[in-house]
């Protein structure tokens, strides 16, 4: 039998990366002092600012990053695969990418992916948000290889896109995630049915690390990190916005039973979109419309 055991990380990162790098250190510890060999963080784990000055005077390069040279040494040293749900990266031309990367046991980098979908949003009780503004999407939809399953990478508001979940399913991801800074509002209606959903869906375990709580910068999360087995049932959650780690152990051999039991993901067939008005001219009519 696979098994994976897997831990989703809850933060309330604040604007200083330092003081964040301090919190995702003693988490990660926890983490796998209680065997988890993959360990997730939330979304912008090395900072929540939402204030663009201050984001762009804490920005690094990759290379340069403190948070994933911190995570790189931190994975190496506890023999884990560590995944940055994602951190801010300067890329360039006054752009920032939404960064996710998994550091292998050896702390070397196995992949990275920056979020596709951009969160440009006005909610209903004033909050406005335009990532679109600040960060540059992604282009490209990622898998990794954890040697006993193949994991699928998305951020946060990817969740909504339910063909980008499909895609990485049908590419071979056993485990899908979304690692997370969802709105209080957003969080409230939304968070565990679209985990729920894109697990139902894709016969897929789904891992999802969460920001939770009233951050530095004013910003107020979710949190309730998730691990969600693949026919829908949740086995995991992080009870309320506190920082904290949620543990569980993957039978990876429930992936195939579910997609055997409902074979959606074989059974899709390519159609194309048209305009009701035959078809509701047939229905009133009666009359067939070539």
């Not at 990053?65 to 931190?74: I, N």
């Not at 979908?117 to 335009?130: A, I, K, P």
């Not at 074989?266 to 009666?286: D, F, I, P």
Request: with cysteine.
């Amino acid at each position: 039998m696979r098994e994976l055991v897997v831990a989703a990380v809850q933060m309330r990162s604040g604007v200083e990366p330092e003081a964040n790098i301090e919190s995702m250190d003693a988490l990660v510890r926890e983490a796998a002092s209680r065997g988890a060999r993959y360990v997730q963080t939330p979304e912008m784990t090395g900072a929540v600012q939402k204030n663009r000055k201050g984001l762009r005077a804490i920005l690094k390069t990759e290379a340069d990053d403190t948070v994933l040279r911190a995570a790189a040494s931190l994975a190496r040293e506890l023999g884990i695969f560590l995944h940055i749900g994602s951190t801010a990266i300067d890329v360039g031309q006054d752009m920032t990418a939404n960064r996710g990367v998994v550091f292998g046991p050896d702390g070397s980098l196995l992949a990275r992916y920056d979020k596709i979908h951009m969160f440009d949003v006005d909610l209903d009780n004033g909050e406005s948000w335009r990532e679109s503004a600040v960060y540059r999407p992604g282009e490209i939809a990622r898998t990794i290889d954890l040697g006993v399953a193949r994991l699928g990478m998305g951020i946060c508001y990817d969740i909504r896109f339910p063909h980008l979940f499909r895609d990485l399913a049908l590419a071979g991801a056993d485990i899908l995630t979304a690692p997370a800074a969802f709105t209080r509002q957003t969080g409230e209606a939304h968070w565990h049915v679209l985990q729920r959903a894109r697990a139902i869906e894709n016969g897929a375990f789904v891992v999802s690390a969460a920001q939770g709580g009233v951050h530095e910068d004013g910003r107020e999360t979710y949190g309730h990190s998730l691990i969600v087995d693949p026919w829908g049932r949740v086995i995991a959650e992080a009870v309320g916005d506190e920082p904290g780690v949620i543990v569980a152990s993957l039978a990876l051999d429930d992936v195939n039973a579910a997609r055997s039991k409902v074979p959606n993901l074989k059974n899709a067939r390519g159609y194309r979109v048209e305009s009701g008005t035959q078809a509701t001219v047939q229905a009133a009519t009666g009359e067939r419309v070539a």
